[in-house]
């Protein structure tokens, strides 16, 4: 029996190691062909938008099919260059967002695909196991929040792209008030350290979003919603205040896109909490399904939102990169902020 044992355990450990190298060999290099977006409300020369200057952005085709459904997206370095980002379709994908000498977004270079594999080693078998929403990056560990089966995996960082789950992590949120394909949809981690997650459409008896701040000593929180608008992703600010991106769509043609801040002082265990409308942009503008949010500060030392697309694999929708500078910090400070 102990004989049989080692022998099964073996063959195990040989299973991981093969599954883990078959998915490193896995990544996929893909190029993209971006169309320069030049203004964000075609037709006009407006470059202000609510607390916003549009900076510029591109759609892009990609070479590779498997490349749809961009969900989560985190730059990796501090001025907006190399990224990783998850699609709902269970992949990982990183790339550098390429600029002219001004700074501006043209493309993408250096992009490549890969699977996200499960605890052993494996893609993910179904869209329900794959169903990759927020992206969040902290302490050396790369994390996930997946809806349907709704989860936060742990990633050991391995170059460009992740490696192995190390843990699943406690959402503190009960798994009843998850709907299956509106549950947590967004994950980002604060200047401070604090890791959130929000859900995207899963509200309490009031219609308030779930919300949680991870770890030991964190626990549930609401955001108030307001309809129509779902909640696809978020971040913070450098002074500590979240930004929820959040999107609308009441049929064909009638989209929006709407930036809403929420004071980071007041996210804790058991609050209510909303925020200011930073800028709010409907169909007649260049957007589509808005799903991913990244905020960082360039050379020039000016905050930036990179917002991108989730085309869902559609002829009828765009992916998209499109950049935004905060026009003021004081805009977007909560009271009492000194820097």
Not at 69 to 88: K, N, P
Not at 129 to 134: I, K, L, N, P, V
Not at 136 to 162: C, K, T
Request: with cysteine.
């Amino acid at each position: 029996m102990k004989l049989a044992r080692r022998i099964h355990r073996g063959l195990a450990c040989c299973w991981l190691v093969l599954a883990a190298a078959t998915a490193a060999q896995a990544q996929t290099p893909v190029a993209l062909t971006p169309i320069a977006i030049e203004t964000f409300l075609p037709g006009s020369t407006q470059t202000r938008f609510g607390a916003l200057e549009y900076r510029g952005g591109f759609s892009f085709r990609p070479s590779e099919r498997r490349l749809q459904g961009i969900s989560g997206w985190r730059f990796t370095d501090a001025a907006g260059g190399r990224f990783l980002a998850v699609t709902d379709t269970g992949l990982w994908f990183a790339g550098t967002v390429l600029r002219d000498a001004a700074g501006v977004p043209i493309g993408i270079g250096d992009g490549r695909l890969a699977p996200i594999v499960d605890s052993s080693g494996r893609p993910q078998p179904r869209k329900g196991d794959a169903d990759a929403e927020g992206l969040a990056i902290w302490q050396g560990r790369v994390l996930v929040s997946f809806e349907r089966d709704h989860r936060v995996l742990a990633y050991e960082v391995r170059g460009a792209l992740p490696g192995a789950v190390t843990a699943e992590l406690d959402f503190h949120i009960p798994r009843r008030e998850l709907r299956r394909n509106q549950g947590l949809e967004a994950i980002a981690t604060a200047p401070d350290g604090r890791t959130v997650v929000v859900s995207e459409q899963s509200v309490d008896a009031e219609g308030n979003l779930f919300a949680a701040v991870l770890g030991p000593a964190g626990g549930v929180f609401k955001i108030v919603r307001n309809p129509p608008w779902h909640v696809t992703d978020g971040a913070f600010l450098p002074f500590g205040d979240l930004v929820l991106l959040e999107r609308r769509y009441e049929g064909f043609g009638r989209i929006g896109m709407r930036l809403r801040r929420i004071a980071g002082d007041a996210i804790e265990p058991g609050a209510l909490v909303d925020g200011d409308v930073l800028m709010e942009a409907d169909g007649r503008f260049e957007i589509d399904n808005m799903e991913a949010l990244d905020i960082f500060r360039d050379a020039g030392g000016d905050i930036v939102f990179a917002v991108a697309s989730d085309d869902n694999g559609s002829f009828f929708q765009r992916n998209l990169y499109l950049e935004f500078r905060l026009a003021s910090e004081d805009q977007a400070r909560t009271p009492g902020d000194s820097r």
